[in-house]
C-alpha cells in the first residue's frame, strides 16, 4: 500500500469517527424537547416577572413544540428559585427567567449564596431592560421627588417604602434613594410584587419601588401615583414621569432581564433553546406583548449576560462595601 493510499484511509477513518462523533448530537439537537418545559418565576404569581414568563413561555412553546410550563419559587429574595434551577440537571428542560436581582445584586448584597451567578448558569438571551419607578399612594402629599425628599426630610423615619424582597432591585434603588438624598425611610421587604403592591393600593405603606410592568396598570386606574423612574434617562414607557436622577445625577438602577438554564447543557439542546429565544422575541406580535406590558425589548446574545456580569458586579460591590447594605 502507498504512502497517498495510507494517508487517504487515514482520513477516511478520521471523517468516519467524526461522522460518529456528531450523530448523537444531531439527533439530541432533533429531538429535543420530547417533553414539557419548566420556567421558574422566582417570584410569586402575578408580578411583573410572573407576567412576562407567561408572555415568554406561550411564545416558546410554539417555537419548541413543548409547553412551557410556568413554576412559581418565590422567596429570599429570587434565590430559592435561582438555587433550584441552578441544582436543576442541564438538560434544557428547565430554565430560570430573572433580572439582575438575581445575577448582580444579590451577589453585591450578599457573602453567602446556593448559586454562582457564572458558574452555576449559562444564558439563552437577554430580553431587554425595564425601568423601575419610585410610586406613592394617592395619600402622599407629595407629587415630584424634591416634594417626596422634603416630605421625608420632615418626618424622619416615619415615611417607609416596600419592595419585592430584600436584596432585589427594589430594594437596591430604594437604598440608593435614600443615601443619595440623605433622607430616613424604612425599607419594608415582600416576597414578590403583587403583594407590595396591594399593601400599596390599600395604603399599608406609603411609598413602593417596583418595575414599570406592574406600575402602569395601577397608576392608569389612578391608584398609584409615579414619582419618578429610576433610568438615567426618560422612557417612552412611562411618558411624562421624570427621572430621579434629574435631581440626584448619577443616580440607577435598572433592572435587565434574562433567561438562563443550568451550566453544561449539551450545545446541540443549548443552540436550539438560544434559537427559540431569540425568534421568540423577534417575533412581531410577542415583541409587542412584552413592549405594551413594559419592557424596553433589546434582544443581546447570551454572551453579554456574563459581560454584564463582569461589568456591573465590581460596582455594586464597591457601592455595597461604601454604603454598609450588606445583607446575611
Known amino acids: 500500500m502507498t504512502t497517498t493510499s495510507l494517508g487517504r484511509k487515514a482520513i477516511r477513518t478520521a471523517a468516519l469517527a467524526a461522522g460518529l462523533a456528531i450523530a448523537p448530537l444531531l439527533a439530541l439537537a432533533q429531538d429535543f424537547p420530547q417533553r414539557p418545559l419548566t420556567l421558574v418565576v422566582p417570584y410569586p404569581a402575578g408580578g411583573a416577572t410572573d407576567t412576562l414568563a407567561r408572555i415568554l413561555s406561550k411564545s416558546m412553546a410554539a417555537k419548541l413544540g413543548q409547553p412551557v410550563i410556568v413554576e412559581n419559587k418565590a422567596g429570599a429574595g429570587t434565590t430559592i428559585g ?8 442541564p438538560d434544557g428542560y428547565t430554565m430560570l427567567i430573572s433580572s439582575n436581582t438575581t445575577f448582580t445584586i444579590n451577589p453585591a448584597l450578599k457573602s453567602q449564596l446556593p448559586y454562582d451567578p457564572l458558574k452555576s448558569f449559562e444564558s439563552i438571551g437577554i430580553l431587554g431592560t425595564s425601568p423601575l419607578v419610585l410610586l406613592a399612594h394617592p395619600s402622599v402629599k407629595a407629587n415630584t421627588v424634591q416634594e417626596l425628599v422634603a416630605l421625608a426630610k420632615a418626618q424622619p423615619g416615619k415615611l417607609s417604602f416596600g419592595s419585592f424582597g430584600a436584596g432585589t432591585t427594589a430594594h437596591f434603588a430604594g437604598e440608593m434613594f435614600k443615601a443619595m438624598a440623605s433622607v430616613d425611610i424604612l425599607h419594608v421587604p415582600y416576597k414578590g410584587s403583587a403583594p407590595a403592591m396591594q399593601d400599596l393600593i ?6 413602593s419601588f417596583d418595575t414599570n410592568v406592574a406600575a402602569m396598570p395601577q397608576i392608569k386606574a389612578g391608584k398609584v401615583k409615579a414619582i ?18 434629574a435631581v440626584y445625577p448619577g443616580y440607577e438602577m435598572v433592572p435587565w432581564i434574562t433567561v438562563v438554564t443550568p451550566r453544561g447543557l449539551p450545545e446541540p439542546v443549548r443552540t436550539r433553546l438560544t434559537r427559540a429565544f431569540a425568534d421568540s422575541i423577534s417575533d412581531a406580535e410577542t415583541r409587542a406583548t412584552l413592549q405594551n406590558a413594559g419592557v424596553d425589548v433589546q434582544l443581546e446574545a447570551p454572551a453579554r449576560y456574563e459581560q454584564r456580569i463582569t461589568e456591573e458586579l465590581p460596582k455594586l460591590r464597591a457601592y455595597v462595601h461604601k454604603a454598609g447594605l450588606e445583607v446575611q
Open 82 to 89: 435561582a438555587a433550584a434551577v441552578a441544582n436543576a440537571a
Open 202 to 207: 390599600g395604603g399599608q405603606i406609603p411609598l
Open 228 to 245: 419618578g423612574l429610576t433610568s438615567a434617562k426618560p422612557t417612552s414607557l412611562m411618558p411624562g414621569v421624570p427621572t430621579i436622577a
